[in-house]
């Protein structure tokens, strides 16, 4: 079981590390867009290995394998993005960015 | 309702989606985390019902017409890149000076025509890190992603192209 214990931890670990580096780059990075970058990046790897951490906790509890875990990352996987596109949208409309040039002619 | 057109007895009527009826069934057994009889039955419930309630919402679909090659782009592609550009992002926010990054908004032409698989791209853009799609120009040709550091905005553009573009594209055949 030490090993499951070792496995748990490591996920656990692996998972708080990028969500913190998910938080450092919002505080650390200069403009929204830049911003945007470290919170939508938290959610994919972070939530997965904590996730994977709770998937492999529950299923050594004795009740069978637990897989509803995916779940949370499959919905993440949705929603994730979606909320990231509305934000930087919605940045664009309020002319956030200084330099236009990437942008296509309206 | 649209359905009343298609024969009575016909899989088109009743099973409009019928993949989505198997995630459907999938995520149901997932949600409760138990496989039993009635939990089946319960979740072939939901997942002939839900297509059927929202069939007017999905006017039309885009055929997978590769299923292999899209389990080993999710898996091969996909989950690779997340991990390889967290990895590569963690790098850029911890560097000491973060003044060197080259914050760029790229436009990305798309081959692309199908709303889904343009969606698809986008979702898969912004998941992996160092990349946000932020805006489709209205006549849905070209995507505007915003890029945490980009020294070459070409190449850039050319690896979004190659390595997800061309591959949704071929998996959808669209």
């Not at chain 1, 200069?30 to 470290?38: A, E, I, K, S």
């Not at chain 2, 992002?89 to 798309?110: H, K, N």
Request: aromatic share 10%; net charge positive; with cysteine.
């Amino acid at each position: 079981m030490v090993v499951v214990e070792c496995i748990i931890s490591f996920f656990l670990i692996l998972g708080a590390f990028f969500a913190l580096t998910g938080s450092i780059g919002l505080y650390r990075m200069t403009n929204f867009f830049t911003r945007l970058h470290g919170p939508t990046k938290a959610t994919t790897l972070g939530v997965g290995s904590m996730a994977l951490a709770s998937a492999v906790y529950f299923s050594f509890q004795g009740n069978g394998i637990s897989l509803h875990e995916v779940l949370i990352t499959l919905f993440l996987f949705i929603t994730a993005p979606v909320s990231a596109h509305f934000l930087a949208k919605a940045a664009l409309h309020l002319r956030m960015h200084k330099n236009t040039e990437a942008l296509p002619p309206r | 309702m649209h359905n009343h057109k298609k024969p009575f007895l016909s899989a088109q009527r009743w099973l409009p989606h019928p993949l989505m009826t198997l995630m459907l069934i999938i995520i149901w057994l997932l949600l409760v985390n138990a496989i039993s009889f009635g939990h089946i039955i319960l979740g072939i419930l939901f997942g002939v019902a839900i297509p059927w309630f929202t069939n007017r919402f999905w006017p039309e679909r885009p055929k997978i017409a590769k299923p292999v090659q899209l389990v080993r782009f999710f898996f091969g592609t996909f989950l690779r890149d997340i991990i390889v550009a967290n990895l590569n992002v963690v790098r850029l926010t911890l560097q000491s000076d973060i003044s060197q990054l080259q914050p760029e908004f790229i436009a990305v032409p798309l081959d692309i025509a199908d709303q889904m698989v343009i969606s698809i791209l986008a979702s898969v853009i912004s998941l992996t890190p160092g990349t946000v799609s932020a805006e489709i120009t209205l006549d849905r040709r070209v995507l505007i992603v915003h890029g945490l550091d980009i020294p070459d905005q070409k190449a850039a553009v050319r690896t979004i192209k190659t390595r997800y573009e061309a591959p949704l594209k071929e998996i959808f055949s669209c």
